[in-house]
């Protein structure tokens, strides 16, 4: 049971950090009214 939570909780975390990177990399990449490198 520990285990399951743990990875469980590992995979959440990890897929909130690769959801905002990728956020952040649309935005600014793409993001209204910004053209800096």
């Known amino acids: ?6 990875i469980s909780c590992l995979v959440f975390i990890s897929f909130l950090f690769i959801s905002q990177g990728l956020l952040a990399q649309r935005y600014y990449r793409g993001g209204p009214g910004i053209e800096d490198e």
């Open 1 to 6: 049971m520990k285990k399951i939570a743990l």
